[in-house]
């Protein structure tokens, strides 16, 4: 069955230490791979999304995700973190068809320390 | 550009009662269109899904439903509310199903 795993419920993170969210998917093939950051109380804003060539993608607000199809992997990293990244972060997938629909990861809280 | 609104933004209902939430979408044409429910601690559960006008797929059986009036509007819907409907909202549409979601602000349902 396909899936999503986000392995980490919570990370904490001092501010201005960099910054590694672990997404792991199980495909039958290469999905479309997506990154989404909540803040409390709103909805899911696009960081950033993997479709196709590059396998490092570069999203908004500073954060980065590369894609390793070895692996299952599409982490995403930010070189230094500020406190108004504390948030959730959902990672997604979808198939490269027009018929399934994205599956969300349960989401990783991240908590930053001053 | 495209903008997605939902109301209210938060709402307090006592059990048993109605409910209708809406969303609409500006800016696009036959969207495909998500409700989807946050409960406390427990990621993204998807409700609904809609391709087009009056075409609806249920993905949790529950004492909510969907309906898609226009091309553009969505509403959630419940004739009786429970404890366990409380929780965050989100509406969200697409270009198509596995194409990148955009979400609306969300709604707070608080079920007393």
């Known amino acids: 069955a396909q899936s999503v795993t986000q392995p980490d419920i919570h990370i904490t993170v001092s501010e201005g230490a960099s910054l590694e969210l672990r997404c792991n998917y199980s495909?039958?093939?290469?999905?479309?791979l997506f990154w989404y950051v909540q803040s409390p109380g709103q909805g899911l804003q696009l960081l950033l999304k993997?479709?196709?060539?590059?396998?490092l993608v570069q999203g908004i607000k500073g954060f980065e995700a590369e894609f390793k199809r070895s692996q299952s992997s599409f982490n995403l990293r930010k070189p230094s973190v500020h406190w108004s990244d504390a948030a959730e972060y959902f990672c997604a997938v979808a198939p490269m068809n027009r018929d399934d629909k994205i599956i969300f990861g349960k989401g990783t809280r991240l908590h930053i320390l001053p | 550009s495209q903008t997605i609104h939902q109301w209210p933004a938060t709402l307090v209902q006592p059990v048993g009662s109605p409910l209708s939430l809406e969303c609409t979408v500006e800016?696009?044409?036959?969207?495909?269109l998500y409700w989807y429910r946050q409960a406390a601690g427990r990621g993204l559960q998807l409700l609904f899904y809609?391709?087009?006008?009056?075409?609806i797929s249920s993905e949790v059986p529950q004492n909510l439903s969907a309906s898609r009036p226009q091309d553009r509007q969505f509403i959630l819907s419940s004739k009786k509310l429970l404890l366990s409907d409380s929780g965050f909202y989100l509406c969200?549409?697409?270009?198509?199903?596995?194409?990148?979601?955009?979400f609306g602000p969300g709604t707070r349902l608080t079920v007393l």
């Open positions: 969200a549409w697409s270009v198509w199903t596995s194409n990148e979601q955009f």
């Open positions: 809609s391709v087009g006008i009056g075409q």
């Open positions: 993997y479709f196709s060539g590059d396998t």
């Open positions: 495909y039958g093939a290469t999905p479309y």
């Open positions: 800016g696009t044409s036959n969207p495909n």
